[in-house]
């Protein structure tokens, strides 16, 4: 199914075709008398009697050509309610089967800013499907005509959204491929596909990270048929060179395990250890398509974690980019040796006002906060509070973990600077943290958001039907545009 939205303006005073409208918290539809005839009044009014008004979507088959959506206003409504309301409307579409609607803006009594705007992408954002290996394809059409003069959403504000939900898609349909499909060799040249959008692209392979020195990354790498890559994306919104905001994503387009092999149940889930990385695409896309006002760089490390005959070995240790040794000793926590040599690169290179990284990095975090919040560990309190708001913002949720030199102690190696893993004292998710923190050497404020939990929706959310959810790139562009633009 695909979805069509028109903002035209078409001046049906008695509309035959099915009718969006907007109505307030107990379904009073007194005000609506000017927009649907008058036998639809009373037939409406009726059976309101008998329906729930807890409900916020209720809906009247008039005949069998027109149904009457009401979208009731309750108090208090946030933004992200009203795109969980866009989100609800799209079930009720799926179930109604007609494919045109007209929803008039003038009848939302709300002084929400872009309300239709945030309607329409909650609709959007729940319509995503990935079916490219489908043989069957819903070849469904909808297409909804905005009309109505007030509360209409601007057509800068229109092309934020739309660049918000192709950041996003984008990123969902990197997370949805399969790890046959989006290899490391295969992603790094969809990355060097989005230099038409603007974006500086600079691809580091095997060759070039052997010279820089990037063993900690380089090392996962090792044993898979597969090159290893970090990716430099730069977007140049201001015209002088201020600092850039960067953000850092794990790419581990499938992570086997490595030597320390994963049980075979639900290995496939790991085609979505690349999340991290493709929300720093999604958003950069994002950025670049909404031409934001801002100088921002995204890294990812791309790499195949796999067993074999020259598979890293738990025991070995390698030198990482900053120079501090690394005694693996469980090749399955790979992601903070990715993000550990992407981490010290961006810091060396950027020099950036902030480092966000993302990253699908511990199972421990699942057990601490489900799929709920993802886990926020940051050196920073500015930049953590600005996280934790615009993560309640946009329905993308973090809590902050602790980060403790008691925790740090506890990945002190014998043989080497430090171990990958601590094999005493629990808390895994923050151990991971400790882990990246001594990457940052010069004291940049740093923020790690570990995404395990949030990637990946089995049976969907309010705004995804099931499957990848893009967590994290509207979480970051809220971060932006609200605190940095
Ligand atoms: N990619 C996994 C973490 C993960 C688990 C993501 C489940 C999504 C769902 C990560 O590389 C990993 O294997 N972590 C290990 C670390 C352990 C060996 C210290 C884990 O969480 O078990
Ligand atoms: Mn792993
Ligand atoms: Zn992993």
């Not at 230099?195 to 044993?223: C, F, R, S, T, W």
């Not at 791309?302 to 501090?324: C, F, H, T």
Request: charged residues 25%; hydrophobic residues 40%.
């Amino acid at each position: 199914m695909s979805i069509q939205i028109n903002y035209k303006n078409i001046d049906l005073k008695k509309p035959s075709t099915n009718l969006v409208l907007f109505v307030d918290e107990n379904f009073n539809i007194n005000g609506l008398k000017k927009h649907i005839t008058s036998s639809e009044f009373s037939y409406v009014s009726d059976l309101l009697k008998n329906s729930d008004l807890k409900k916020n979507l209720l809906f009247f088959e008039v005949n069998s050509k027109k149904t009457i959506f009401l979208v009731s206003i309750k108090k208090d409504l946030k933004t992200s309610d009203i795109e969980n309301l866009g989100a609800k409307f799209h079930g009720y579409i799926n179930y109604d089967k007609k494919n045109d609607y007209l929803l008039n803006s003038d009848t939302i009594n709300s002084k929400i800013e872009n309300f239709v705007g945030h309607f329409l992408h909650g609709l959007k954002l729940k319509s995503y499907e990935f079916n490219i290996y489908k043989s069957k394809k819903s070849k469904r059409l909808i297409s909804i005509n905005v009309t109505g003069n007030k509360n209409k959403t601007s057509v800068q504000n229109q092309l934020r959204f739309k660049a918000l939900e192709e950041g996003t898609f984008f990123a969902r349909d990197l997370v949805s491929e399969p790890g046959n499909i989006l290899h490391p060799d295969e992603y790094a040249k969809r990355l060097s596909s989005l230099k038409k959008h603007g974006l500086k692209i600079n691809i580091y392979d095997e060759k070039k990270l052997k010279k820089l020195g990037m063993n900690a990354l380089l090392g996962v790498g090792q044993g898979s048929i597969r090159g290893t890559y970090l990716v430099t994306m730069e977007w140049n919104g201001l015209k002088n060179n201020s600092k850039p905001l960067a953000f850092v994503g794990k790419g581990v387009c499938f992570d086997t395990g490595g030597i320390s092999l994963k049980p075979a149940k639900f290995m496939e889930d790991m085609t979505y250890d690349m999340a991290g990385s493709a929300a720093v695409v999604g958003l950069m896309k994002n950025l670049a398509l909404r031409k934001a006002k801002i100088n921002a760089v995204g890294v990812v490390g791309l790499v195949e974690n796999m067993p074999g005959g020259n598979a890293q070995r738990p025991g070995d240790i390698v030198k990482s980019y900053s120079g501090k040794t690394i005694e693996i000793l469980n090749t399955d926590a790979e992601g903070r040796l990715v993000l550990a040599d992407a981490l010290t690169f961006t810091e060396k290179k950027f020099k950036p006002r902030f480092m966000v990284d993302l990253a699908t990095l511990t199972g421990a975090i699942i057990v601490s906060l489900g799929s709920e919040y993802a886990g926020l560990f940051s050196n920073d309190d500015k930049l953590s509070k600005q996280l934790l708001d615009v993560g309640e913002k946009v329905d993308e949720k973090l809590w902050r973990m602790p980060l403790h030199k008691n925790f740090d102690k506890l990945i002190n190696s014998k043989n080497a600077d430090m171990q990958n893993i601590n094999y005493v004292g629990g808390a895994g998710s923050t151990t991971a943290a400790q882990f990246l923190q001594r990457f940052i050497l010069n004291k940049t404020p740093w923020a790690h958001l570990d995404i395990a939990g949030m990637a990946f929706s089995k049976y969907g959310g309010a705004l995804n039907s099931g499957g990848a959810t893009g967590y994290g790139v509207r979480l970051l562009n809220q971060l932006i545009e609200e605190h940095y633009e």
